[in-house]
């Protein structure tokens, strides 16, 4: 018996040593996307967020976000409120890290201060929408160990399980567009009891600099709430060289002003 | 009187001629009801639903106005587990850690969307200019001692928790898991939730036995409810055994019992059939219909089989001509009695309450195929099998019988005018009475307590926190406005008042966080633990706070989309259905008096839901008794061919309700949704006693010539012993279903019980005294003539 399952073991090493592992494949992906979207120093961009309940009220709050792109660690980005009113000049600065939290800051004009929140809860939704704030942060590899499922008409189905022990999700299942430059068109997300939450469709790509894919609408449906977010992209803009020094407190504290 | 004679003749001899075919073709009819039975049988389907939405017909207002809270919201039902570790203290190092083990295992609950505990509360708090939001107890198997004890003193004093998470001492709490249920098929998803919710208690009972573990919430109603379909439906056996025991006594014939046998087995094979075709899924009020048929099925057989029996062992005829002779007889009397039970179950359309619906027409179609299998089946099967006719022996005892029924109706007879005013005088003292009922549909006061859903139930409410609640959507008027110190203050002193009602367990609202994160924004100073005064505050406040919540505990379930509305959750001791009404309609009096007008909110919940349905349904009902009583006097009034006894029978007929609701009043004083239908249901079937004892009445009075007293002596010697059998029956029958988990369904058997002995006391005492009375004028009428 013991002698049965040496072999076994044996043989299927060798066999993996010779074909790629779907948790080797998946991470080749990933890195790939990462690699495709390489290079694109700065942006900033207008976004529209919409958010509707079953009942198919709306609410609608407006942001610019800024991205500076640091490849030693995870990215770095600035999001400003433009509306509601109550919350205009309102700014989140967060640096994301590859390994570990990440950073994050809030500037409040009411009372002109700038608050770390320094919670590591990075699973709650972001201001009431269908996003949680891990959905929106900038996707370091580091943040997720991956296993490649299936080719599906040029899609590559992966299947991500998020680091983070207090993420909102057992898994993420993504699809990367192997032609376009390993865009991703669809998430689904899974809950903590693995069952289908929500779903992130792209659409509408652009592709900016001959590189880079952005999509202008991204659009979340949560299936057990029957809830929706859709954020509208517009005015991309690849030029504004941005610095490091467009990323500190004090920028965070001028950007809300 | 000739014409009358006339279409007396037709119906007898309809019913002689439908007889002789019948016992003909025996074979025939007998597989053709058995290919009826059987063919509708087959397209039986048994589906219970246990959502407590089904007690809610659609366009119910107070359902309408809570599915529109849920869905501004988050619509959630709900699962509450009560921990109670032995030694008193929440707050151990291996305690808390049960509980975070427990919590993080709820999470996996199917359907779960939020779960809320002791040690995941979300816990703010200022540490040097930052706000830190995290859980309360994490990792609490790493704390020391002074953590602990830090813990402690931070629950103890935190008011989302007091008296909802935790109760005062700290030595009992609770995990809250909400789950959203799709909706599609509940009698999938609920068992769902409640199998997986069972093994994990059982699982963490196994890993801490020094916990003891209730549940309560919406779910486990909903399971309960789920559970008394199927308890009541098991009822049905032992209402056969009563069945097939009772018949044999009355009968003392093995074929006659076979014969009752098949037919109230085929008769409920059919509904089981039409329960499937129609797609109803079974409540507990619906899943009595088998008893029910039972119960009221087997008088048309006992009629029939008697007349019968009695006319071969007395009168010696040979076994077929007894039973043309019998049906002959009973032809009419069982299509009348059929006909009015059918209408009283019927009315129950007219209620508001759908498993009533259900119930009346699964009953009311048995019924009419029980009607059609003892005028088919029955005596085919008698035609066939070998009854044979034992001598005479039995005389003597009968004779004995007959004499005390004869005293009775001499005694009557004696007294009518001075039985008639007792009568009345009871009667009115009664209904009187009656009118002190009151309303109360509670709905864990609809199990008893060998159910364990009550017994955990009342176990929170005694130790931790209530069951009931009150929500209110409390608006502001604008996008964002939530976040207007106006707002927040109106809101604030809202919360205080609740605060301030003594019925008031607990109350969440909207300010209390605002209150919070106001006073962590200031260094935790506690002069800050107030509603911000400033509206770009609050609302920056707001966005810092939910930006720091982890995945489920977000605000969503307590602030729409908009920012333009909160959810006021008060949670109430176990109060009557009356005063919870009442003290609803207080709150949305304070909201009117205090608070601008986009701040005026109805109060609504699953709670008041059920409050209000006993009223609602009786004011439905009540066009529909009406209609009832009016159908069914109009059929008396044809069958006896008289209009004004027709009239007078609405006494008989009427007044044994009032004397029920009467003494209920004197036995427990509260009512609920399923006694409103008594009325039409009971009044289709005591109708049948008035029916009999009248019509032998008329036929005294009318072929034989007797005056009214000898009619009245003539009426109790010749139906008295029947009246008295067929009321063991309903007895037997309703007395099973009184025995019932269920209130709804116990109660109102109760009341029948109640009612049908009521009828038969009436029937006995005030119909003939005013058969008397009222026939002197008649007499000297019919002399003049």
Do not use: C
Request: proline share 3%; charged share 20%.
């Amino acid at each position: 018996m013991k002698k049965t399952i040496i072999t076994v073991v044996a043989l299927s090493i060798i066999g993996f040593a010779n074909a790629q592992t779907p948790e080797q494949r998946g991470l080749d992906i990933a890195k790939a996307a990462e690699k495709a979207d390489l290079g694109f120093n700065s942006s900033s961009v207008q976004l529209k967020m919409t958010l509707k309940n079953k009942n198919g009220q709306t609410s609608e709050r407006s942001l610019t976000t800024r991205t500076l792109e640091l490849t030693e660690d995870g990215d770095k980005s600035l999001i400003v409120f433009n509306s509601p009113k109550d919350v205009k000049g309102t700014s989140t600065l967060t640096f994301t890290h590859k390994v570990g939290s990440d950073d994050q800051w809030l500037y409040l004009p009411s009372i002109k201060r700038v608050k770390r929140i320094s919670s590591n809860n990075k699973s709650g939704p972001f201001v009431g929408s269908e996003f949680a704030y891990e959905d929106l942060s900038s996707q370091e590899v580091e943040k997720y160990s991956y296993k490649f499922l299936e080719e599906k008409n040029g899609l590559l189905i992966v299947e991500q399980d998020p680091v983070d022990p207090k993420s909102g999700y057992t898994r993420r299942l993504v699809s990367y567009n192997k032609n376009k430059g390993y865009r991703i068109e669809k998430v689904e997300f899974y809950d903590r009891k693995n069952a289908l939450l929500k779903t992130l469709t792209y659409s509408d790509y652009k592709l900016y600099k001959n590189k880079f894919w952005r999509a202008s609408v991204f659009n979340m449906v949560n299936h057990q709430s029957n809830k929706e977010t859709r954020l509208e992209f517009k005015d991309y803009n690849f030029d504004v060289n941005l610095t490091d020094d467009d990323f500190s407190q004090v920028a965070l504290k001028r950007a809300g002003n | 009187m000739n014409a009358i004679k006339k279409v007396r003749d037709k119906s007898n001899r309809f019913a002689k001629q439908w007889a002789e075919f019948v016992i003909k073709r025996k074979w025939y009819v007998l597989i053709a009801s058995l290919i009826l039975a059987m063919g509708l049988g087959s397209q039986g389907n048994m589906e219970f639903d246990g959502d407590y939405h089904v007690f809610f017909s659609k366009s119910n207002p107070e359902l309408e106005a809570f599915d529109a809270l849920q869905e501004k919201y988050t619509k959630d039902d709900n699962v509450i587990l009560v921990l109670s570790p032995s030694n008193k203290n929440v707050f151990t190092k291996d305690n808390l850690s049960a509980i975070e083990n427990l919590t993080a295992e709820a999470w996996n609950t199917p359907y779960s969307s939020r779960v809320d505990a002791l040690t995941n509360f979300q816990y703010t708090s200022a540490q040097g200019d930052d706000l830190y939001v995290d859980d309360l107890s994490y990792e609490s198997e790493l704390k020391s001692e002074s953590e602990i004890e830090q813990i402690k003193q931070r629950a103890l004093k935190e008011p989302l928790l007091v008296n909802r998470i935790l109760n005062k001492s700290g030595s009992v709490t609770a995990i809250n898991i909400t789950v959203r249920l799709p909706g599609e098929d509940s009698a999938k998803e609920i068992p769902e939730v409640t199998a997986f919710v069972r093994e994990m208690i059982a699982n963490f009972k196994e890993k801490h036995p020094n916990f003891e573990v209730h549940s309560s919430g919406l779910v486990p109603l909903n399971t309960a409810f789920f559970e008394a379909s199927m308890r009541d439906l098991m009822l049905t056996m032992i209402m056969l055994i009563i069945v097939i025991i009772t018949t044999f006594i009355l009968t003392r014939n093995i074929y006659s019992t076979i014969a009752t046998l098949v037919v109230v087995m085929f008769s409920i094979m059919s509904a089981v059939g039409f329960v499937g075709l129609m797609g109803i899924k079974l409540t507990p009020p619906s899943s009595v219909f088998p008893t029910m048929i039972l119960t009221l099925a087997v008088a048309d057989s006992i009629h029939i089989l008697i007349t019968m029996l009695q006319k071969m062992r007395k009168d010696g005829l040979s076994k077929i001509d007894a039973l043309t002779e019998s049906m002959r007889l009973n032809f009419m009397p069982v299509f009348i009695t059929s006909l009015t039970t059918v209408i009283g179950f019927l009315t129950m359309n007219f209620g508001d309450v759908p498993p009533f619906w259900d119930l009346g027409n699964i009953t009311a179609f048995g019924m009419t195929m029980a009607f059609l299998f003892s005028t088919t089946a029955l005596p085919a099967l008698m035609a066939i099998l070998p009854v044979k006719s034992k001598a005479k022996q039995k005389e003597e005892s009968k004779f004995i019988k007959v004499n005390w029924y004869t005293t009775l109706g001499e005694f009557v007879v004696k007294q009518p005018r001075r039985l008639t005013i007792i009568s009345l005088v009871i009667i009115g003292g009664l209904t009187y009475l009656a009118t002190k009922n009151s309303f109360n549909d509670e709905f864990i006061n609809y199990f008893d307590e060998s159910v364990e859903f009550r017994t955990d139930t009342d176990y929170i409410s005694d130790n931790l926190t209530g069951i009931y609640n009150i929500e209110y959507s409390i608006g502001s008027g604008e996008s964002g406005g939530i976040n207007n110190p106006e707002y927040l203050k109106n809101l604030n002193a809202f919360e205080n008042w609740l605060e301030e009602q003594p019925e008031v367990v607990h109350v969440n609202a909207f300010s209390e966080v605002a209150r919070r994160v106001n006073r962590s924004m200031h260094g935790d100073n506690e002069q800050f633990y107030r509603v911000p005064d400033n509206r770009e505050e609050a609302a920056q406040y707001l966005l810092l706070y939910e930006l720091s919540l982890p995945f489920g505990l977000d605000l969503n379930n307590q602030i729409n989309v908009d920012k333009s509305e909160t959810r006021v959750t008060v949670t109430i001791e176990n109060v009557t259905s009356a005063d919870m009404i009442v003290f609803a309609k207080k709150g949305e009096d304070w909201l009117k008096n205090n608070t601008p007008e986009p701040m005026h909110a109805i109060g609504v919940s699953p709670t008041l839901m059920f409050s209000k349905l006993g009223f609602r349904q009786a004011d439905s009902m009540f066009k529909g008794n009406i209609i009832a009583l009016i159908l069914i006097s109009l059929v008396l009034m044809f069958a006896l061919r008289n209009f004004k006894l027709g009239l007078l029978s609405i006494i008989p007929n009427v007044t044994p309700v009032l004397v029920g609701f009467g003494i209920w009043a004197l036995y427990k004083g509260q009512i609920n949704t399923g006694m409103v239908i008594v009325f039409g249901m009971t009044l289709g079937i005591i109708v049948d006693d008035t029916v009999h004892f009248m019509s032998k009445f008329l036929r005294a009075r009318r072929e034989l010539g007797y005056d009214a007293k000898q009619a009245v002596i003539y009426a109790f010697e010749t139906v008295g012993k029947a009246l008295v059998t067929t009321t063991l029956v309903l007895l037997a029958g309703f007395a099973i279903l009184s025995t019932s988990s269920f209130a709804l369904n116990s109660y109102m058997a109760r009341i029948t019980v109640i009612i049908i002995i009521s009828a038969l006391v009436i029937d006995f005492i005030l119909l003939p005294s005013l058969l008397i009375l009222t026939s002197k004028k008649n007499t000297s009428i019919k002399a003049n003539n």
